[in-house]
């Protein structure tokens, strides 16, 4: 079967997820346990309360975003201070609802805090706040700057135990052993917030990752990760 949208069509996500690519220039309805990820433009976008945004590098609005409470704005960060975001053209954008940072890279990649735009309003003033800010990764913590027509999304390191080298292994390849173990537990933080949303209890995921690691005291280490989180 073929779906067919029309450039002023009205497009009700209430299940799965859609990737937006190019332009379509209707209004956008993000429901409950459904997902808009992609790098495209949008007429106008409201996601509803259960609902995610993720964008792809930037996801642009020409005339109105609107986040509900409960709704969620889900974004990628890098260490070099990219991150995934959101451009309003025209319209209010009313904020609400948490945010979700899902950092890329091993954490031995992230060395400096680092500052982002993750909204931004270029005729309007943004109205709301969101209502919370939580790290798929323990070791990073974020916090939101708000100003007139944009928001900073604000990534600071942790220091003390959750550092990538802790002092109370007396050996670098168990420094290097933790290292592994807390890159690889953000699949499963991932996988959680990724799927908790749904309105399905039960899910399934599935991932892969191969990695090579080299500590500053010369450990190396390979690892290959696959399977499926239930």
Do not use: C
């Not at 409201?46 to 109105?64: E, F, R």
């Not at 109205?127 to 990073?140: D, E, K, M, N, Y």
């Not at 708000?146 to 135990?161: A, D």
């Not at 990752?209 to 190396?220: A, L, T």
């Amino acid at each position: 079967n073929n779906l067919t949208l029309w450039p002023d069509s009205r497009l009700a996500i209430d299940e799965g997820a859609v990737l937006l690519q190019g332009h379509f220039a209707g209004h956008i309805a993000v429901h409950h346990g459904a997902a808009l990820t992609g790098s495209g433009r949008a007429g106008r976008l409201h996601v509803l309360a259960g609902g995610t945004l993720a964008p792809l590098h930037t996801l642009s609005v020409s005339d109105g975003l609107t986040f509900d409470a409960g709704s969620r704005l889900q974004l990628r960060a890098w260490p070099n201070g990219q991150v995934d975001q959101i451009d309003v053209a025209r319209g209010v954008p009313q904020l609400n609802g948490d945010v979700l940072v899902l950092p890329r890279k091993h954490q031995l990649e992230w060395t400096h805090d680092t500052s982002s735009v993750i909204v931004k309003s270029d005729t309007d003033a943004i109205q709301g706040r969101f209502t919370s800010v939580h790290s798929a990764a323990p070791w990073l913590e974020p916090s939101l700057h708000y100003e007139s027509h944009q928001v900073r999304l604000h990534l600071r390191l942790r220091q003390g135990e959750l550092s990538p080298i802790n002092d109370n292994f007396s050996t670098g390849w168990a420094a290097t052993l933790r290292n592994i173990m807390s890159e690889d537990s953000r699949f499963v933080r991932e996988a959680v917030y990724l799927h908790a949303p749904q309105q399905n209890p039960f899910w399934v995921h599935a991932l892969h990752s191969s990695g090579d690691f080299k500590s500053d005291n010369g450990h190396r280490a390979q690892r290959q990760l696959s399977g499926m989180l239930l």
